[in-house]
């Protein structure tokens, strides 16, 4: 128990570390993209840490099967690299119990996996889902930046000031796009434009609508092309804000529920179920695979089967998502699925782990010989 609790401590250590720095670098390049939506008007600024957190299962589904790997690889590379591996050999510890000591971590790290893979991914995916066509589903003005142009659909609107619950606004500037009319016999495209010294938003108590009470302006409306504009001035307009009627619906695969995929012919259905059903078990065969990876000599450092060993990693994992393409298409069968690259990696692991037990016990045969 000593031992394995020192053996778990340190694979403990260098995969959490691992799984924080990857983390680290995935989140933060997606949370840039989206405040740069947000800085463009498309999304909220206080939906960002919402929408962040939904998708923080999904990140991790991914990230930490490869922390276990690099964890494996750098935590016994140090043990090899500073002789504890041969003391612990000279003791009787040798591949196998090593192998039993990793794989009884990978035991717990495979049960989050598959929770986060099979449940709570999709559902903060459907989550992530709702938020961002809610964000779609606004009106123009909700996701407006006071004294920035902001386009949504064929509308342009500009606001130089707004309060903080943006419902009153001053110095707006609407452009409402092009519309085709009927004019002397034929089609035309006409444009309107709006200016205002100040609008309300407000909601109809009858209908519910929601309008903007604009106050001294003006209105344009004509045609490209043509001198025939017209301008009217205002002191009290009602503009109409367009909402949306269609209900949010999942519509994203990944978003559905692990039960909804279950007894699908559909062969993208059957291809997502089957991925999620792959990442616990990837967990286990890439704990197999590093022990014997992590074996390094010590005058060559621990970083010399590094590069290698993470192409490898990322051989497994585009195989996957190749196969997972395979079934899409109706190329591989659902029955083969993806458990023939799983088959295939554990047999390459396998051989790899006895090659490593054969030259040791090669070793112990010659030390006793001598």
């Given at each position: ?40 008007g498309r999304i ?14 999904g990140f991790l ?199 909804s995929l279950l ?108």
């Amino acid at each position: 128990m000593i031992i394995y609790n020192y053996l778990a401590r340190q694979l403990f250590a260098s995969t959490l570390g691992v799984a924080f720095v990857l983390s680290l670098i995935l989140i933060s390049g997606r949370f840039i993209k989206y405040m740069a939506e947000a800085a463009s008007g498309r999304i909220l600024g206080e939906v960002l840490f919402a929408v962040m957190a939904y998708r923080l299962p999904g990140f991790l589904e991914l990230i930490l099967p490869l922390s276990l790997f690099l964890g494996v690889l750098l935590a016994y590379g140090q043990l090899y690299l500073s002789n504890e591996i041969t003391v612990l050999n000279a003791c009787g510890i040798g591949q196998r119990q090593i192998l039993l000591f990793t794989l009884l971590p990978a035991l717990s790290l495979a049960l989050i996996v598959g929770v986060l893979s099979l449940y709570l991914a999709p559902l903060g995916n459907s989550r992530v889902e709702q938020i961002l066509s809610e964000q779609k589903s606004r009106t123009e003005f909700e996701t407006l930046t006071p004294g920035r142009f902001h386009s949504g659909g064929d509308m342009v609107v500009y606001a130089r000031s707004l309060s903080s619950d943006k419902t009153r606004m001053e110095k707006l500037f609407i452009y409402q796009g092009e519309k085709n009319k009927q004019l002397d016999g034929e089609v035309v495209t006409s444009q309107i434009l709006l200016t205002a010294e100040s609008g309300v938003r407000r909601a109809d108590p009858a209908s519910g609508e929601q309008y903007l009470e604009l106050r001294n302006g003006f209105r344009y409306e004509g045609s490209p092309g043509r001198h025939d504009y017209h301008k009217m001035a205002f002191e009290s307009y009602r503009y109409r804000l367009a909402t949306a009627s269609e209900p949010i619906e999942i519509r994203k695969l990944k978003s559905r529920s692990s039960l909804s995929l279950l007894g699908s012919n559909e062969l993208k259905e059957k291809a997502e179920l089957q991925w999620r059903l792959s990442m616990p078990v990837l967990v286990f065969i890439v704990a197999l695979l590093a022990i014997p990876l992590s074996k390094v000599n010590p005058r060559q450092g621990r970083f010399l089967k590094l590069i290698p060993s993470i192409v490898l990693y990322l051989s497994y994992v585009l195989l996957l998502v190749t196969s997972q393409k395979w079934i899409e298409k109706g190329e591989v069968s659902p029955a083969l699925g993806l458990w023939w690259v799983h088959g295939l990696f554990f047999l390459i692991a396998l051989s790899m782990f006895l090659w490593t037990q054969h030259q040791f016990s090669l070793r112990q045969l010659w030390v006793r010989g001598r």
